[in-house]
């Protein structure tokens, strides 16, 4: 239905910032809800921030909430992740998805994005 390619991804100090961005291809993006979700090595993969189709909502898990933005702009069919105030715990292969619904779970979420790494230093 819809292809998503992550982009932005890095290494970065404790504390530092990274934006990343995941363009999707289709006719309908705005027809979706977009979200980020990431997976650390040995981990499940955990549920990061959405948002809803025309940015009227936004839900971020409470480990995030305060230091990433997400946003979306559907004339450029792309989703950001802003993440300011960086932590070594936030190391992990960030990948976005959408889906015509919003949610939490990871496996309710109908197509992905094939991830990218973002490496946080001490």
């Known amino acids: 239905q819809v292809q998503l390619v992550e982009s932005g991804g890095g290494l970065v100090q404790a504390g530092g910032s990274l934006r990343l961005s995941c363009a999707a291809s289709g006719r309908t993006f705005s027809d979706y809800a977009m979200g980020w979700f990431r997976q650390a090595p040995g981990k499940d993969r955990e549920f990061v921030a959405a948002i809803s189709r025309n940015s009227a909502a936004s839900y971020y898990a409470n480990s995030v909430k305060g230091r990433f933005t997400i946003s979306r702009d559907n004339a450029k069919n792309t989703v950001y992740l802003q993440m300011n105030s960086l932590k070594p715990e936030d190391t992990a292969v960030y990948y976005c998805?959408?889906?015509?619904?919003?949610?939490?779970?990871?496996?309710?979420?109908?197509?992905w994005g094939q991830g990218t790494q973002v490496t946080v230093s001490s």
């Open positions: 998805a959408a889906d015509r619904n919003l949610g939490v779970v990871a496996a309710f979420w109908a197509s």
